[in-house]
């Protein structure tokens, strides 16, 4: 992983820049895989059925 600059606009971005900046292409695509594979059975609850955009740009990518 690289670690972003610290510019307005990635500071402005907030914990977004955790998926868009600190991964890889391939992290990404692996991130992006294991949230959707293991949802059902890692996070799902009664109120979040299936994964925000929010938290799989966030903290969904770190836990995957």
Do not use: C, H
């Not at 890889?24 to 991130?31: I, R």
């Not at 059902?40 to 009664?46: A, G, I, Y």
């Amino acid at each position: 992983m690289k670690t972003p600059e610290a510019t307005p606009e990635n500071l402005k971005a907030g914990v977004t820049v955790i998926m868009l900046y600190l991964f890889d292409s391939a992290e990404k695509l692996l991130a992006i895989d294991t949230v959707f594979a293991e949802y059902d059975r890692r996070w799902k609850t009664q109120k979040y059925q299936r994964p925000t955009i929010g938290a799989l740009t966030t903290w969904l990518a770190r836990e995957a």
